[in-house]
């Protein structure tokens, strides 16, 4: 069966890290040292190399997150509802 890849530039980038992740990541990197989401599950040494790649998408990607269906944001594995995702990249975007 073929991977799912979400459908616009980089998606397939955003879709091997999560986007929860990517946020929470974000989120750790350029607002809030204690937020540590991201660091609940096994992979984020990869998932961190492949944000570190993929800079030029970062903003472009919280954009499409702000609009992305609730229940699936609310399927990761890291403990985040899709409200606390969407407001943590509304205040990166900011």
């Known amino acids: ?3 799912h890849c979400f459908n616009f ?3 397939c980038d955003l ?3 999560g986007a ?3 946020v929470s990541y974000s989120y750790y990197l350029y607002k809030d040292k204690s937020h540590i ?3 609940n ?3 984020y040494d990869t998932r961190i190399s492949v944000f570190k790649r993929t800079k030029n998408f970062h903003k472009f990607w ?3 997150i702000l609009i992305m269906n609730d229940k699936r ?4 594995k890291i403990g985040l509802k899709a409200k606390e995702t969407k407001e943590m990249a509304r205040i990166l975007l900011e």
């Open 1 to 3: 069966m073929a991977r």
């Open 9 to 11: 530039d980089g998606g």
């Open 15 to 17: 879709t091997t890290m």
């Open 20 to 22: 929860n992740w990517f």
């Open 37 to 39: 989401n991201w660091k």
């Open 41 to 43: 599950i096994s992979t």
């Open 62 to 64: 919280l954009q499409q």
């Open 73 to 76: 944001l609310n399927t990761n």
